[in-house]
Structure formats: C-alpha cells, structure tokens
C-alpha cells in the first residue's frame, strides 16, 4: 500500500529538549516536504527536498533541520523546541509518477511546555 | 513572492444547495492550482486540480474555474452531501516547482441537515 507514515503521531515535550519527527514514503518519490498546520493561517512549508542531499527552507525554517540521507526518509530536528512550535506537523511526498500530487502523512500533533 | 487568499474562512449551506469557495493569488508565472480536502483529524487529500491551460476542470460534483487574466480560482461543489463537510484548501505553484506549493487559510464548509 502506498503511504506516507509518520512518528510519533503525539508528542509532549519540554522546552529545549531537542525531538526528531520521522518520516517515510514508499512511493519513491522525489519531493518530500514538511509543514505546519496552525489555526487561520493554513498549510506553511517548513523545509523541502528535491531528493537525496537536496533541501531547501520552505516558508518558516526558524528552529527547524532537516535531513534527506535516503530517498524515502525525511526527518525533521527541532534542536531545542519552543513553545511557539507547538502545532500539527504533517510530512508529504509527491514525484513524477503520481502528478506531483502531494501525500501527506497522518500528522503529529506537538505540544511544547 | 506568492500569496494566496482565500475566502471565505468558513462557509454554512444547506445540504443539497451549491457552495463556492473563491482563491486569488498574486503571482502571474503561476500555472498549478490544486484543491485539498480535510476532513476533521484526518491529512489533507488531493480533490482536484487545474493547470493554467484550461479554464475549467470537473469532477462528478467538484469543479474548479480559473480566470488567469483576473488571478483567481474557484471551487464549485454542487448537490451538498454530509460528507462534504470538512476544510477545504486552495494552493498555487508553477507546475515545474509544486513541491513549493503557496497555500490558502482553508475554509471550513459545514452542511446543514
């Protein structure tokens, strides 16, 4: 089955404590992007990848990494996470052979105290 | 850069009545404007999408209208049902770079039984 999964899918934290949001597709897609959901203000990309060694910042990469070691994984690094990064965290991938459709994956839910 | 606006942020119809929901954007190389569907907990899914070479695009009930000389892009859904109750979200990208996708706050569309 062709999905996009994520983890955790919730997660509460403590400020500066650094996380890692795993995230992996198996369509082998080329694109792979991250964003933010937040309430009123919709979709921000956070960081994106063309492929492998290939990222660039999205919209808001203030306090965010990224890596793209292999084709199908892109986590995303909060080194010492903030409150103001509590928020709904969604992964998505797309590629050629699907349009450039996006995929997103099931979501994680942050909260930072 | 691009912005996209979208209105209205929420929108009530009666169950099988009509419901538009109206993008605009601001850059004119833009030429992919896709629509997503949110329903409540769950991720963004791809309903329809239109490219800069038509003008109008349908689906069964779904249809997308696009007036590139105006900048704006519409979202027609007709015989509301139940199920369609969810968020909707427009983007914009140009069709070589929609891993880069600007998108819109969201509207919330509600049917009323």
């Known amino acids: 089955e062709a999905q996009v999964t994520q983890n955790p899918r919730y997660l509460i934290t403590v400020t500066g404590k650094k996380l890692t949001v795993t995230c992996s597709q198996n369509?082998?897609?080329?694109?792979m992007s991250w964003y933010r959901q937040d309430p009123g203000l919709g979709l921000r990309q956070i960081y994106y990848?063309?492929?492998?060694?290939?990222?660039d910042k999205g919209d808001v990469p203030e306090g965010y990494k990224v890596s793209r070691k292999e084709k199908r994984n892109f986590p995303l690094i909060l080194e010492s996470p903030s409150p103001n990064q509590t928020s709904l965290y969604f992964c998505?991938?797309?590629?050629?052979?699907?349009?450039?459709?996006?995929?997103f994956g099931p979501g994680t839910r942050l909260t930072v105290t | 850069g691009e912005n996209v606006e979208q209105h209205p942020s929420t929108l009530s119809v009666q169950e099988g009545d009509s419901a538009v929901i109206k993008c605009t954007y601001s850059?004119?190389?833009?030429?992919?404007f896709p629509w997503y569907k949110q329903e409540l907990g769950k991720r963004p899914q791809l309903i329809i999408d239109?490219?800069?070479n038509v003008g109008e695009k349908k689906d069964q009930r779904i249809a997308v209208t696009l007036n590139k000389t105006a900048k704006h892009f519409s979202l027609h859904i007709t015989e509301t049902q139940p199920e369609d109750s969810a968020v909707y979200f427009c983007?914009?990208?140009?069709?070589?770079?929609?891993?880069?996708?600007?998108w819109g706050a969201g509207t919330k569309l509600i049917i009323k039984p």
């Open positions: 990848s063309m492929n492998v060694e290939v990222t």
């Open positions: 369509m082998n897609h080329e694109y």
């Open positions: 239109i490219r800069s």
């Open positions: 983007a914009a990208s140009r069709w070589d770079s929609n891993y880069q996708l600007i």
């Open positions: 850059d004119s190389a833009s030429n992919y």
């Open positions: 998505a991938s797309s590629g050629q052979d699907s349009s450039y459709e996006q995929y």
